[in-house]
């Protein structure tokens, strides 16, 4: 299978490179950078000298389409919505690591996004890729939407429960946490080293983009008009997200009965391992993998389900799930070039 990845000096992109150069069945041939045009990846980014030897070009639609099947989108938004119509007419498949094609409102696209959708023709093509919920819809797909990585690590964690009928589900908080990597490579004064370092901020309280796609997936599985209250958080480490989410229950139940109803929800999908009572995820337990690991609290004082869901940003939040997502598209084994043990310590 050729692949290229359009936007190749971001974080997203690198971390594509990563897992295709040990994939069996796919082919990198080409890395789009307008910034970088001419340059080879090891000049930006050296840990990939004499393993990487490609160098990054401009985008040319038509010459691309020729010799490619796949198309990895690892671009900011605002970006993919006007170029993958014309892959997608030239018979190539597009995976888009960026928010241009998630919600299905182009009004709440608008709102949140601050600026204008993508063609709505192309919105409803889009199939939503967490890979482990609409993994039917994924594979006969030929644009996938790969989800951003909070509402990875929080759908994943919150789904299974909130199917049982024992839930408040208009009672739930999210309190996430990530690493810097998260804003990407850039520079900015919010991710500078003398003021991350030794400090814990919130940011973007009420107005995180990921809002609306956390509700509208939630919607979407329970069928019922959901509003949840979610906060953010930079911590002083590089990757890893921490989603620490609270609901109420409506019926009593044990945390034993919770890891149960767990393990066979997710007794077919290798990525997500539940962790036994009494024991809880850390973020370094999932760093530079495509895992994602949850664990529980049924707090019988106060009727309330505590879980803490914990993945690596750029792996299981981004290019992780998007080759999780190709092998879907492709039919094969879902851990193909992904089956990595974590980075410990």
Not at 97 to 111: E, H, I, N, T, V
Not at 121 to 146: H, R, T
Request: with cysteine; aromatic share 8%; hydrophobic share 35%.
């Amino acid at each position: 299978m050729k692949i290229a990845i359009i936007g190749g000096t971001g974080y997203g992109a690198v971390e594509l490179v990563r897992f295709l150069n040990n994939h069996p069945y796919a082919e990198l041939k080409a890395i789009v950078s307008h910034s970088q045009s001419g340059v080879e990846l090891s000049d930006v980014y050296p840990h990939t000298t004499d393993l990487i030897n490609i160098k990054m070009e401009e985008l040319d639609i038509d010459a691309l389409s020729e010799v490619i099947d796949l198309v990895f989108f690892a671009t900011p938004s605002n970006i993919s919505k006007g170029i993958i119509p014309s892959f997608i007419e030239k018979g190539v498949k597009c995976i888009d690591l960026s928010g241009d094609f998630r919600l299905k409102s182009p009004d709440a696209y608008q709102k949140w996004y601050q600026s204008s959708p993508a063609d709505q023709n192309y919105i409803d093509k889009a199939v939503y890729g967490l890979s482990e919920i609409y993994e039917e819809q994924v594979k006969g797909a030929s644009l996938i939407a790969n989800p951003g990585c909070f509402p990875t690590a929080t759908l994943l964690a919150l789904i299974p429960v909130m199917e049982q009928g024992f839930t408040d589900n208009n009672s739930i908080i999210i309190d996430a946490k990530t690493g810097v990597s998260g804003a990407g490579r850039s520079l900015s004064l919010n991710v500078h080293y003398s003021e991350t370092n030794d400090n814990l901020k919130a940011y973007k309280l009420g107005e995180h983009k990921h809002i609306p796609e956390i509700e509208q997936t939630l919607q979407e599985q329970s069928g019922e008009d959901i509003q949840v209250t979610f906060s953010t958080h930079l911590v002083p480490m590089t990757r890893g997200i921490m989603s620490t989410i609270y609901i109420d229950l409506t019926e009593t139940k044990s945390t034993a009965d919770i890891i149960d109803i767990y393990k066979e929800y997710y007794k077919n999908h290798p990525f997500v391992r539940i962790r036994p009572e009494g024991t809880l995820p850390t973020t370094k337990e999932v760093y530079g993998s495509n895992y994602c690991d949850i664990g529980f609290h049924s707090d019988q004082r106060t009727g309330k389900l505590i879980i803490i869901s914990v993945i690596d940003n750029l792996v299981k939040g981004a290019s992780g799930q998007a080759i999780q997502n190709m092998n879907l598209l492709y039919g094969w084994d879902v851990t193909t070039g992904l089956n990595y043990l974590p980075i410990y310590p």
